[in-house]
């Protein structure tokens, strides 16, 4: 059964760091574009990084630009999102998601459609 599995989410202070992981089960995720949403409560769902292996586009949110990175290990079916000074406003359930039809440009940026997601996790930033 083709599936993402997210790990690595947790609590965190102010300032401090986090890796999340995402793994695909039954499928290669190198085909894909890789997307990481989050989710506040009572907010909307935001992007927050692409990475593409077709073109190795990567594209960020102004709001995590230059504190967060992504990256694909194509040998571990593995998408990486490395989170660090992190703040409090970026506590949120944090997905991670592959477009469709696969294949697509990170350049697009979250204009892509994103059709498979993981099961998401939480992170907490205190203050």
């Known amino acids: 059964q083709a599936q993402l599995v997210e790990s690595g989410g947790g609590l965190v202070q102010s300032g401090g760091s986090l890796r999340h992981s995402c793994a695909a089960h039954?499928?290669?995720?190198?085909?894909?574009?890789i997307g990481w949403f989050r989710q506040a409560p009572g907010k909307e769902r935001e992007g927050v990084s692409c990475?593409?292996?077709?073109?190795?586009?990567?594209y960020y949110a102004d709001s995590v630009k230059g504190r967060f990175t992504t990256s694909a290990d194509n040998a571990k079916n593995t998408v990486y999102l490395q989170m660090n000074s992190l703040k409090p406003e970026d506590t949120a359930v944090y997905y991670c998601?592959?477009?469709?039809?696969?294949?697509?440009?990170?350049?697009?940026?979250?204009?892509?459609?994103?059709?498979?997601w993981g099961q998401g996790t939480q992170v907490t930033v205190s203050s």
């Open positions: 998601a592959t477009d469709y039809p696969p294949g697509g440009s990170c350049l697009r940026g979250f204009t892509l459609d994103f059709g498979s």
């Open positions: 039954g499928f290669t995720l190198g085909y894909y574009a």
């Open positions: 990475i593409s292996s077709s073109d190795g586009s990567t």
